[in-house]
């Protein structure tokens, strides 16, 4: 047995004959040093370790750690951690950085982590994960969030008043804005019972100040990370766009059968695209088109199979199925003919409202088969529980869906009353250019701008 004092990074020996123990780590076949201290290498397990009288302190999940906000990104802000609460001592480097991602800093909608904190904020997180990477969160705990901010333009320290959404004001300029205020809000780690979290404002729609900014697109709002940059010398940090560069163009991409994927939910990425038809063969090429302005996915894609056999089983199996509650269109995108949109079915469209959770599309055809011809049967699913909505479609033939109408609208399935109509059509609103969509009308009645 012997020892030597040895400090963080340096090399102790190869691990061709040693195994890695406490305080250490092995790289490239050597044994790194992860903390200082004394070498013990035990020769009967032909392990070695350093010895450090003070145990160093590592986060677990549930600990609350201080840090400063270093980079933000499009979905995730880098905290550089300074302590793990009430612990001075140093941690490993391994836990010097952590992530947050945008939907663990608040409970309200946020485009990105530049919306409610910035760089130079002093924070207070909570530990969710620790491997592979740590993984922070300010969400759903008042006493998390920003403990002292300065301002982006002068860098005097802000102080918490409520204006409408904007929660942090400058004395000495004419700046103001949001962050996601902790308790302890500008009395240091002193965590107040009712401090400036209440200015947060959970829960509640944005002003229409802030709606035109979130609407400008992220991109249009690096003027925020720009103005965080305070004329230091440091290198200013852009959100970095999946497949929007150069307007999407796909030039130089791989050669191969190339497949059109139509119908895709918002939080489909390119990550998941390619996940899902690598099942089915050499997925040599994969993209979700995204919004230059925006950076959110435009519901459409392309995939490239090395071969076209694999592209055809692809087409088979994929083509129509349904994810993340929509069905999702997949034809060869190099074919034209099949790049036609394809014709609805003829016929009259009847809806189904009052379905109950376990009716799927298979029952409801059967049903309405004794009726009716049926053309086609559809059960939209929600996007985020994958369960049915309560309501479906069927279109009939048009000599028969007044009969299928008649006979089953009040019909006992599955224990409930089904109500059955015809379908409104939504040609005429669509055709009409100054016609709100129900999203709108109902947005604009939480304002008050409509009865």
């Known amino acids: 047995m012997g020892a030597a004092f040895i400090t963080p990074g340096e090399i102790i020996e190869n691990s061709s004959n040693l195994t890695p123990g406490k305080g250490t780590i092995e790289h490239e076949g050597k044994i790194i040093a992860m903390v200082q201290g004394n070498v013990i290498i035990d020769s009967k397990s032909n392990t070695v370790s350093v010895k450090n009288d003070d145990d160093v302190p590592t986060p677990k999940v549930g600990d609350y750690l201080i840090g400063v906000v270093d980079k933000l990104g499009e979905k995730a802000a880098t905290i550089r951690i300074i302590q793990i609460e009430g612990d001075g001592r140093s941690i490993l480097p391994e836990h010097q950085y952590a992530d947050i991602y945008v939907a663990g800093i608040v409970d309200r909608f946020l485009p990105a982590p530049v919306d409610a904190m910035r760089r130079r904020d002093l924070v207070r997180v909570k530990v969710t994960e620790i491997n592979p990477v740590l993984k922070v969160n300010t969400r759903d705990d008042e006493n998390c969030g920003v403990l002292s901010a300065l301002c982006p333009q002068c860098g005097e320290d802000l102080y918490a008043k409520p204006e409408g959404d904007k929660n942090v004001h400058c004395p000495q300029c004419d700046y103001s804005g949001y962050r996601v205020l902790s308790n302890g809000f500008g009395h240091g780690y002193n965590l107040e019972k009712n401090g400036a979290a209440a200015y947060n404002r959970l829960k509640q729609r944005w002003s229409k100040e802030f709606d035109e900014i979130f609407k400008a697109g992220i991109p249009a709002r690096s003027v925020l990370l720009r103005a965080d940059h305070r004329f230091d010398g440091r290198k200013i940090t852009r959100p970095n766009f999946e497949g929007s560069g150069g307007n999407n163009q796909r030039n130089e991409r791989p050669k191969g059968t190339k497949l059109f994927v139509g119908g895709l939910a918002r939080s489909i990425d390119t990550e998941r695209l390619k996940e899902i038809f690598s099942k089915h063969g050499d997925v040599i090429d994969a993209i979700v088109m995204t919004d230059k302005e925006t950076g959110n996915s435009r519901g459409f894609g392309f995939v490239t199979y090395s071969g076209k056999a694999s592209a055809e089983v692809a087409i088979k199996e994929l083509h129509k199925f349904e994810l993340n509650g929509r069905k ?47 053309i086609e049967v559809s059960i939209p699913l929600n996007r985020e529980t994958g369960k049915i909505r309560g309501f479906g479609f069927v279109t009939a033939s048009e000599d028969s869906a007044d009969k299928a109408i008649k006979a089953l609208d009040g019909f006992e399935l599955n224990g409930r009353k089904i109500g059955v109509r015809e379908s409104e059509n939504k040609s005429k609103q669509k055709n009409n250019k100054n016609q709100r969509s129900s999203r709108e009308m109902q947005a604009r009645r939480e304002e008050g701008i409509e009865d």
């Open 328 to 374: 999702i269109t997949v034809n060869n995108a190099d074919d034209k003919s099949s790049s036609k949109r394809e014709k609805k079915p003829s016929g009259k469209k009847i809806f189904v409202g009052g379905l109950d959770w376990n009716v799927d599309e298979k029952q409801l055809k059967e049903l309405f088969s004794k009726h009716c011809k049926v």
